[in-house]
């Protein structure tokens, strides 16, 4: 089988390393050349574990990397990996990957062998259907029949995306027919075998698929926004130690602790624009999200905090210095996508008191 992996980012040459490491032909795709270069000197543009130890072993062998998209002719399933960026007003762009739908299409117009797209970008519901009709008319080849179409989203943790591709808590494969459901499910149950444990693998729709992913995030991004408006609690009660009250909170068996522990709000790539992108969605359906609105306004207030508590220290900053330590949206990663500290940064640059 050769694989093909549409966009070298964060999740794109996270995954084609994997699947070459795991002995899988791969051809990775992107059109920064800079970036092309970078990688085949067996170097990863992006810091991430483990990711600079894997990627010698494979590049120019079972992983081909290149601009050419003609190199995709012979593949017979491409993973779409290209980045979704947010809008000024919160909705999705999806300029990227319909680019790369189209161009992935030319590719294999008239093919007489079966072909899988499988989509691992984050898309709104919906949108794989629609980028499958996209890919059908500009290959020339019949939804079903030549072509199969899937949704797999990732549950990567920046700083922990080999970790969590080679040892997920489940695989989520969405499917535009049984056809193709049956096909990705045997690539990924092989690609486990091979590593000694096959996780949960759960089929459904397409748009299933789709939403699955965001309500993943929206939880996590709802837990930390829950963490940090009672920690906005506890500072007006006395005797109050946040951390105390959400340690026995979190023993809950039914509520845990992961992602419960206050702070300035949350950041990075994914969260901030996929809890905007859902709730744009939601509204454009006919549905007001309250609840992701309130998780959304919570945390766009959380890191100026910082700068309250600053106030509330020293009354003027004027002539101070003031040192961030950490630019990252978060440890073990150089990702400084929607960083806190950029935020803080920025806002007191903007303050009469600089």
Known sequence: MKIGVIGLG??????????AYKKYNVIGVDIDEKKIEFIRSGKSPFYEEGLNELLPKVINNKLVVTTDYEMLRETDVVFIAVSTPPNPNGSQNQSYIIDAVKKLGRVWRDSKEYKVMVVKSTVIPGTTRKLANILSKESRLKIGIDLGIAMNPEF?????????????????IGCIDNKTCKYIENLWREFYKKIGKIPPILTMSLEEAELVKYASNAFLAMRISFANTI?????KIPNCDVMKVLEAVGLDPRIGKKYLRPGLGYGGSCLPKDVKALIHY??????EPILLEAVDKVNEQQPYKAIEYLLKEYGDLRGKTIA???????PGTDDIRESVAIKIIKNYSNTEQK
């Open 324 to 330: 961030i330590l950490g630019l990252a949206f978060k």
């Open 282 to 287: 939601s509204k454009n359906i006919g549905y």
């Open 231 to 235: 920690a906005n609690i506890c500072e």
């Open 10 to 19: 964060f999740v794109g040459l996270t995954l084609a390393v994997a699947l």
């Open 156 to 172: 990567l943790r920046e700083g922990k995306a080999l970790y969590d591709t080679f040892y997920p808590s489940r695989v989520v």
